[in-house]
């Protein structure tokens, strides 16, 4: 395991083993290579991209009717499977996309397939686009705002080392915490992900609002459904999370939605039991895509071999570029199925370094980052979904720990940042290059 490493101001650095690559790196030939591409990518986006969404969007609503149409004939594995994999890609694909700006500029239908329109405005809105535990406008702020821009730090709502901080520290046998995980990876998304994404976007409207934060609350605690019934937040009520959040997709999801199959059993003569079948499969659905979701996406960024930051940097500079392939990794790419079946989230670094890009855009940018990582010695991460599954485990329950980056770099390669930027500020130069773009997007 590689930890901080100290030394006194006299001595150069001591780097680790597995550190040493940074000692050679031309941090701003790095740099200028990701923004080139970057630009590069986001100006061969067209209709190609489009028609690749469409097809994605395609596939997704082929597995929801599939489920949707046999989820009344007894509890099996098809419409289990289906209605699975239909919640897991309409979020992992079509709304995370969408909400991250990736066809903004593409699409011809600027009025749905918008990062300002889509899913948000309402439950209506919400439930013809996207419809979940987490609200979007919530997921919005944490997932696209928060955990995009402060990747591995402690501020890094997603931060898998530092959220499950009482798991790894807890007095017991590492085969103990083994027997909680079930539990735990198919109700994340609920017990979890909505309180938290919750607490992201109350949190963001008391700092615009310049609310004072309670004395003694830390802001970079995670608010769960247990935190909430044992102690509460300051943020909201139990009951203002149940009845905006996670209330509606509960009641209309799993209960309302059926409903016609109950009607559909009483013409039928069979009673209630298509209504009682498509509820259980419903039910079962819902353990499967948290599974699944576990699986591709909290895996994205833990392991022994990311690494973790004490600062923050500015988005789109050099130290953010570096930062987010040394923080996350990739999955298996290639095939369209492939990729369906990992939610398009096997093209982890390539999405944290262009986050506004289309689905269509990392697939053609994977090849070129990995050989431009290669060209600079920064370590490139790529590997089986399920062996990033054990290493998250690793992680969760204490058996191993994430590395942190040498701390003369962070603040050397910050101060490079601090350089270039106040170069490009007095430079006359009216260029504008996709980060900037991208990062005034984010700050709108």
Same mark, same amino acid.
């Given at each position: 395991?590689?930890?901080?490493? *100290?030394?006194?101001? +006299?001595?150069?650095?001591?780097?680790?083993?597995?550190?040493?690559?940074?000692?050679?790196?031309?941090?701003?030939?790095?740099?200028?290579? %990701?923004?080139?591409?970057?630009?590069?990518?986001?100006?061969?986006?067209?209709?190609?991209?489009?028609?690749?969404?469409?097809? %994605?969007?395609?596939? #997704?609503?082929?597995?929801?009717?599939?489920?949707?149409?046999?989820?009344?004939?007894?509890?099996?594995?098809?419409?289990?499977?289906?209605? +699975?994999?239909?919640?897991? *890609?309409?979020?992992?694909?079509?709304?995370?996309?969408?909400?991250?700006?990736?066809?903004?500029?593409?699409?011809?239908?600027? @009025?749905?397939?918008?990062?300002?329109?889509?899913?948000?405005?309402?439950?209506?809105?919400?439930?013809?686009?996207?419809?979940?535990?987490?609200?979007?406008? $919530?997921? @919005?702020?944490?997932? /696209? @705002?928060?955990?995009?821009?402060?990747?591995?730090?402690?501020?890094?709502?997603?931060?898998?080392?530092?959220?499950?901080?009482?798991?790894?520290?807890?007095?017991?046998?590492?085969?103990?915490?083994?027997?909680?995980?079930?539990?735990?990876?198919?109700?994340?998304?609920?017990?979890?992900?909505?309180?938290?994404?919750?607490?992201?976007?109350?949190?963001?409207?008391?700092?615009?609002?310049?609310?004072?934060?309670? !004395?003694?609350?830390? *802001?970079?605690?995670?608010?769960?459904?247990?935190?909430?019934?044992?102690?509460?937040?300051?943020?909201?009520?139990?009951?203002?999370?149940?009845?905006?959040?996670?209330?509606?997709?509960?009641?209309?999801?799993?209960?309302?939605?059926?409903?016609?199959?109950?009607?559909?059993?009483?013409?039928?003569?069979?009673?209630?039991?298509?209504?009682?079948?498509?509820?259980?499969?419903?039910?079962?659905?819902?353990?499967?895509?948290?599974?699944?979701?576990?699986?591709?996406?909290?895996?994205?960024?833990?392991?022994?071999?990311?690494?973790?930051?004490?600062?923050?940097?500015?988005?789109?500079?050099? #130290?953010?570029?570096?930062?987010?392939?040394?923080?996350?990794?990739?999955?298996?790419?290639?095939?369209?199925? /492939?990729?369906?079946?990992?939610?398009?989230?096997?093209?982890?670094?390539?999405?944290?370094?262009?986050?506004?890009?289309? %689905?269509?855009?990392?697939?053609?940018?994977?090849?070129?980052?990995?050989?431009?990582?290669?060209?600079?010695?920064?370590?490139?991460?790529? !590997?089986?979904?399920?062996?990033?599954?054990?290493? *998250?485990?690793?992680?969760?329950?204490? #058996?191993? #720990?994430?590395?942190?980056?040498?701390?003369?770099?962070?603040?050397?390669?910050?101060?490079?940042?601090?350089? @270039? !930027?106040?170069?490009?500020?007095?430079?006359?130069?009216?260029?504008?290059?996709?980060?900037?773009?991208?990062?005034?997007? $984010?700050? !709108?």
């Amino acid at each position: 395991m590689c930890v901080p490493q *100290t030394r006194s101001r +006299s001595e150069e650095p001591k780097l680790a083993q597995c550190d040493q690559w940074v000692k050679d790196f031309d941090f701003d030939a790095f740099t200028a290579d %990701m923004k080139r591409l970057g630009d590069e990518l986001e100006a061969n986006q067209g209709p190609a991209d489009v028609r690749h969404l469409n097809k %994605m969007i395609m596939w #997704s609503n082929a597995c929801g009717l599939v489920g949707m149409l046999t989820m009344g004939f007894g509890i099996n594995v098809v419409p289990i499977v289906a209605l +699975s994999t239909f919640t897991f *890609t309409r979020w992992t694909m079509i709304a995370h996309h969408t909400c991250h700006g990736g066809y903004d500029r593409c699409h011809p239908n600027k @009025n749905r397939w918008n990062r300002f329109k889509f899913a948000i405005g309402g439950l209506w809105t919400r439930m013809c686009d996207w419809f979940d535990w987490m609200m979007p406008e $919530a997921w @919005n702020v944490e997932h /696209n @705002n928060r955990h995009h821009y402060c990747l591995s730090e402690l501020e890094d709502p997603d931060l898998v080392e530092n959220n499950l901080v009482d798991m790894r520290d807890a007095p017991v046998p590492v085969f103990v915490k083994w027997l909680a995980l079930p539990l735990l990876v198919t109700t994340w998304k609920w017990f979890y992900y909505a309180p938290n994404t919750y607490k992201e976007l109350k949190l963001a409207r008391w700092r615009k609002a310049g609310k004072k934060i309670p !004395e003694g609350v830390v *802001t970079s605690d995670a608010v769960t459904v247990r935190s909430l019934l044992m102690g509460g937040t300051p943020f909201y009520s139990f009951w203002e999370f149940f009845s905006i959040v996670i209330g509606p997709y509960l009641l209309i999801h799993f209960f309302l939605f059926p409903l016609p199959l109950l009607a559909l059993g009483e013409y039928l003569g069979t009673g209630h039991e298509m209504y009682a079948s498509a509820v259980k499969n419903l039910f079962l659905a819902e353990l499967l895509t948290n599974l699944h979701g576990f699986v591709a996406i909290v895996t994205n960024h833990a392991g022994d071999d990311m690494y973790r930051f004490r600062e923050g940097c500015r988005p789109y500079s050099g #130290s953010f570029y570096l930062r987010q392939v040394l923080a996350s990794v990739d999955f298996w790419t290639g095939s369209d199925i /492939n990729d369906f079946l990992h939610g398009y989230l096997n093209y982890q670094i390539e999405h944290h370094m262009w986050p506004s890009l289309s %689905m269509l855009s990392y697939k053609r940018s994977q090849p070129l980052v990995k050989a431009l990582c290669e060209k600079h010695g920064v370590p490139y991460v790529q !590997e089986n979904v399920f062996w990033r599954t054990k290493k *998250t485990i690793d992680i969760m329950t204490g #058996s191993a #720990s994430m590395r942190w980056f040498p701390e003369e770099y962070e603040k050397k390669f910050l101060e490079k940042d601090a350089v @270039n !930027e106040a170069a490009k500020k007095n430079s006359s130069r009216k260029t504008v290059l996709l980060s900037d773009k991208c990062m005034e997007a $984010a700050q !709108e």
